[in-house]
């Protein structure tokens, strides 16, 4: 019986901690993050506003649909969380901010 292949899920993971969580292929990375129960700054989760700008220390991302990934706060090692997504299996980033929840959360919808 032969099974579809999914794709792997990346593993995210924040730079100088212990914190790791999965992230499906074309989920935000800022959407992943608050399931696991991290919260990341953003307001706006539309790449307008820059809150969710990290630097990527590791690893590469994908852009989940047509808009960019980075906007004029970004400088040239940053990209918008609400905006893309690991394009490999890991992937390190530096938030500016970020805390543990109580308990893991989705973030209401757009």
């Known amino acids: 019986m032969n099974r579809p292949l999914s ?7 924040l730079e ?6 999965p992230c499906a292929p074309g989920q935000p990375v800022l959407e992943a993050a608050f ?3 991290i ?3 953003y307001a706006c989760r ?14 590469e991302v994908t852009p989940i649909d047509s808009l ?3 906007n004029a706060r970004c400088d040239a090692t940053q990209v918008l969380l609400c905006r893309c ?11 500016a901010t970020w805390e543990r929840q109580q308990q893991a959360r989705q973030l209401p919808p757009l």
């Open 85 to 95: 997504s690991p394009a490999g299996q890991s992937l390190t980033v530096r938030p």
């Open 7 to 13: 794709a792997p899920v990346g593993i995210v993971r």
């Open 16 to 21: 100088g901690t212990d914190i790791q969580f």
């Open 46 to 59: 539309r790449g307008i506003c820059g809150l969710c700008a990290a630097q990527v220390m590791q690893g």
């Open 68 to 70: 960019p990934m980075t």
């Open 39 to 41: 919260a990341l700054p």
């Open 35 to 37: 399931s696991a129960g």
